[in-house]
C-alpha cells in the first residue's frame, strides 16, 4: 500500500516532528516550539546505569509524555498501545495506515537504515505513512531527511529493541473529539504545568537540581571513562543535533516563549523568553566544551563544562520561577 499523499511536518525533534505530521493530517497547524510548549516538554535529566554504555544527558520530560500532553491540552483522543508480539505489532500498524491512518511509533534508531551514524537510542519516534512489500516509508526529522525510507525488516527491529527508554512495539494514533481548545488559556495552563513540575523534581537528577548535580558528575565521569572520545563526541552530538540535552530544546523552549509572549502580551514572557535566548547560549557552550573533550581529552573543558552547568541551574531555575507565576 503506497500513499503518496502527506503532508509531513518538517521539525527538529523526533517526537514533535512525528506527532505533528499526524497532527497535519487533522487540519492542525502549529509551530514545532508550538508543540513544544503545549507539550510542556522542557525537562531535564542526568541518568547513569551499569547497563548502559554512558551517561545519558536529557533535556525534555520524559518519553511518551509530550504526546500525552499534547493530546490533553489539545483536547484530542491519544491512542496508544504496546504489544511483545512482532507479527501482531505489525499486522495492527498495517491496518490503520491501510484505512489512511497516520501512526506514531517509538523506535531504536540504531537499526534505520537512513541513520548515517547508528547509534542505540530507543527514545526515538517516527511517523509512518505507508508501505510496500519491502520498505517503510516514514517521516522523521529534517537532519535525517524528512520523508525517508527504511525496510520493513530493519523497522521490525528498530520498534522491538530492548534497553533503556525502549517500548514494546509502541504507536500511537491521534483523534479529533467534540471538544475545541482556546490557545489562550492552554498556553498558560501548559507553561504553569511545565513550570511547576520542572520546580519540584521528585529526585536529585531531575530539573535544577539535576543540572547541578551533573556539573559534579561529568568530571567523575571524565575520570572513569573508557572511552573518552567516542562517548563525549555522541554526547555532544545527541545533545545538539539530536536535542536530548543540548541548547535544542532551550531553542524550541525560548520560540514558544516568544509566541506566547506575542499571543498574550505578557510581561513575564517576555522576560522569561529573553532569560531563555542566554540559557540555550549556555547549552550549545556545554555541548562545545564535550566536543573539545573528545578531540584533545583535556580535563579543562570538562571543568568549563562543569562551571557553566552550575551558572545554568540558576538561571533556569530562576526564569521557571517566573514562569509558574504567570
Known amino acids: 500500500m503506497i500513499r503518496e499523499q502527506i503532508k509531513p511536518f518538517d521539525g527538529q525533534h523526533c517526537e514533535t516532528t512525528a506527532t505533528g505530521t499526524i497532527l497535519r493530517q487533522l487540519d492542525i497547524e502549529l509551530s514545532e516550539p508550538m508543540l513544544f510548549g503545549l507539550g510542556e516538554g522542557l525537562g531535564f535529566i542526568f541518568w547513569n546505569m551499569k547497563s548502559m554504555d554512558c551517561p545519558f544527558i536529557g533535556g525534555r520530560i520524559k518519553p511518551d509524555a509530550l504526546t500525552e500532553n499534547i493530546a490533553r491540552n489539545l483536547n484530542l483522543e491519544l491512542t496508544v498501545k504496546e504489544t511483545s508480539s512482532q507479527q501482531k505489532a505489525w499486522g495492527n500498524v498495517k491496518e490503520l495506515i491501510d484505512k489512511g491512518q497516520v501512526v506514531g511509533l517509538k523506535l531504536d534508531c540504531y537499526h534505520l537504515e537512513y541513520f548515517s551514524r547508528p547509534f542505540h537510542f530507543a527514545g526515538h519516534y517516527a511517523a509512518l505513512y505507508s508501505y510496500d512489500k519491502d520498505f517503510a516509508y516514514l517521516v522523521d526529522t529534517k537532519q535525517q531527511g524528512g520523508k525517508v525510507k527504511t525496510s520493513l525488516k530493519s ?167 517566573v514562569l509558574a507565576a504567570i
Open 155 to 321: 523497522l521490525a527491529l528498530a520498534r522491538a529493541e530492548k534497553g533503556p527508554m525502549s517500548s514494546k512495539n509502541l504507536y500511537y494514533t491521534i483523534h479529533k473529539t467534540n471538544k475545541k481548545f482556546d490557545l489562550n488559556s492552554t498556553v498558560v495552563i501548559a507553561i504553569r504545568n511545565n513550570a511547576n513540575e520542572y520546580l519540584h523534581p521528585p529526585i536529585s537528577n531531575i530539573g535544577y537540581k539535576g543540572i547541578l548535580k551533573t556539573s559534579s558528575e561529568i568530571i567523575k565521569w571524565f575520570k572513569t571513562s573508557k572511552d573518552i572520545e567516542n562517548e563525549f563526541k555522541t554526547t555532544a552530538l545527541l545533545m545538539e543535533r539530536g536535542g536530548t540535552g543540548g541548547s535544542l530544546f532551550r531553542n524550541l523552549y525560548r520560540d514558544f516563549l516568544k509566541e506566547s509572549y506575542e499571543l498574550l502580551q505578557y510581561e513575564k514572557l517576555k522576560q522569561s523568553h529573553e532569560a531563555f535566548i542566554e540559557i540555550a547560549t549556555l547549552w550549545k557552550m556545554v555541548s562545545d566544551s564535550f566536543e573539545k573533550v573528545s578531540q584533545t581529552k583535556d580535563f579543562k573543558y570538562i571543568q568549563q563544562a562543569s562551571d557553566i552547568l552550575k551558572t545554568i541551574s540558576i538561571k533556569e531555575k530562576s526564569a521557571m520561577e
